[in-house]
């Protein structure tokens, strides 16, 4: 498949597997690495605690969890994710039947994100928490002369880059990458892979919730607005050729995207294309490739380092390849290589 890069950067982001020692925090050994993932679940547990006493106290939990899961998992990004779906029957990039184990994976995944939809919003109450106690200065008071839709489209801008970052720093971080490892072990991407997410790594993208926590005073994202974005998200993972042409190089497109789940190096970059719904954050890097050609590059991890349902016995071996993907990370002599 021809490409066509954008920067001079050969790589914006290292390979967190190749052994430099300048590519990790100084005394970083590899075999220190699962200790990222316990750290990760006991944050997690900590702020999913310090969310929960906040809520219970405001007497607001189940209204909170209730309204966030609408946002996470409602109707409308279900519905979203189903149109999605059919569309790659209709113009796939590459041919899957619609019960390949693949999806079988990725669906379970997707219920496991709804299931663990609660935990997560208890967490980003943690952290607001933590902000309004222990870092007051960082939020602004209100800003009477700005308007609303400006707030929201700054939110939305800032919310995207906090994702990039958080993105990047999973491919750059050993650590991190053997959480991150998961989402991009997939050999047969499609919408739902969107939702092959390790549990541990909403915890690694707390960070990007920062911003909006500064403007706090000025204004929430509405629901529409949130949904909206989910949506943005999911769509650039569908399995899918387009290109969206020259709003590809505004917004990550499926092909875009693709390129980031190579299984082999694009050109002679190990890493491009970390963007969630902006193709800015990546230009600005140095790691941006737009796709040109037709036929779609191999996606998923070369060596298969991450348990994987291809080559499994069967549709009976799902839950044991589910339970094995989720406990890899904290494993100790887990092999996390691969091309990142």
């Known amino acids: 498949m021809a490409i066509a890069a954008e920067g001079r950067s050969t790589s914006c982001l290292p390979d967190p597997t190749s052994g430099r020692p300048s590519e990790r925090p100084r005394g970083w050994r590899r075999d220190d690495a699962h200790l990222v993932a316990v750290g990760l679940t006991l944050l997690a547990g900590v702020l999913a605690f310090i969310g929960w006493s906040t809520l219970a106290g405001d007497h607001a939990l189940s ?145 990007a919730l920062v911003p909006a926590l500064i403007l706090a005073a000025n204004g929430t994202l509405p629901e529409a607005a949130v949904i909206a974005y989910a949506c943005l998200v999911t769509l650039p993972h569908a399995n899918l050729r387009w290109t969206f042409g020259p709003f590809g190089r505004i917004v990550v497109s499926p092909a875009y995207h693709r390129l980031h789940h190579a299984s082999v190096p694009v050109g002679d970059r190990q890493a491009v294309n970390f963007g969630f719904v902006l193709v800015c954050w990546d230009r600005l890097a140095g790691c941006s490739v737009q796709p040109a050609g037709s036929e779609p590059v191999p996606t998923g991890i070369a060596g298969r380092s991450v348990p994987i349902e291809q080559g499994a016995a069967g549709p009976s071996r799902v839950p044991g390849i589910v339970l094995a993907q989720l406990v890899q990370p904290l494993r100790s002599r887990s092999a996390m290589g691969g091309q990142p």
Do not use: K
């Open 63 to 207: 209204q909170v969890l209730m309204s966030a899961e609408g946002q996470m998992v409602g109707p409308a990004l279900l519905a979203f994710v189903a149109v999605v779906f059919l569309a790659e029957r209709r113009w796939p990039a590459v041919a899957r039947p619609a019960l390949d184990r693949a999806h079988i994976v990725d669906a379970s995944y997707l219920i496991m994100f709804a299931c663990i939809g609660p935990v997560v919003t208890m967490m980003s109450t943690g952290i607001a928490n933590v902000v309004q106690h222990y870092a007051r200065f960082l939020v602004l008071r209100r800003l009477p002369v700005v308007p609303q839709a400006v707030v929201v489209a700054v939110l939305l801008v800032a919310l995207d880059a906090g994702n990039w970052a958080a993105h990047g720093a999973s491919h750059r971080w050993e650590g991190l990458w053997r959480v991150h490892a998961l989402h991009h072990s997939q050999e047969d991407m499609s919408v739902l892979t969107t939702f092959r997410t390790h549990p541990l790594s909403h915890a690694s993208y707390l960070p």
